[in-house]
């Protein structure tokens, strides 16, 4: 195998592993991981469109569609006009930004003492890297989609 191909086998298992413990501390949390996303997407406090939390999050349009019909109808989600435009903003509503922080209470705990520990040994770079890797990974498979 080659180094390029080991580093990256290396990277995709890594990211599977905490894929997985998302996974994990969402099923033990009650919460089903794509309304996680969207509680995670809209908890900094910053209204997006559904559009944009499909394609920052990689979730379906349907999903999230369905995520956000459902959060509407709990109260945890408003939809504002979004100028002229047909795509509404989401917020979170004062309920919903509550559901949010006792939903997301374990995933800031054990996400801020990994990165903390994290940060004891690595340069904070290393997310700006893996940003950058995951762009140039995106580039690379939509030139790949327009060969096929």
């Known amino acids: ?9 290396r990277l995709m298992v890594s990211i599977n592993r905490i894929d997985g413990i998302w996974y994990r501390l969402a099923r033990r949390s ?3 991981v794509n309304m996680l996303s969207l ?10 469109t559904q559009k944009q939390i499909c394609e920052e999050w990689i979730i379906p349009k349907t999903t999230i569609n369905t995520i956000v019909k459902e959060c509407v109808a ?14 509404k903003l989401l917020y979170l509503t ?8 006792k939903a997301l209470r374990l995933f800031y705990q054990v996400e801020n003492a990994a990165m903390e520990r994290t940060l004891q040994s690595c340069s904070p770079a290393f997310i ?21």
């Open 1 to 9: 195998m080659s180094k390029d191909r080991e580093k990256v086998r």
């Open 94 to 101: 004062p309920e919903g930004q509550a559901y949010a922080q």
């Open 74 to 87: 709990a109260g945890y989600v408003r939809l504002l006009q979004n100028g002229h435009s047909r795509e």
């Open 128 to 148: 700006e890297d893996i940003g950058r890797y995951a762009e140039n990974l995106r580039e690379e498979a939509e030139k790949a989609d327009a060969i096929l």
């Open 39 to 48: 509680l995670f997407a809209l908890d900094d406090g910053t209204p997006r």
């Open 30 to 32: 009650g919460v089903k």
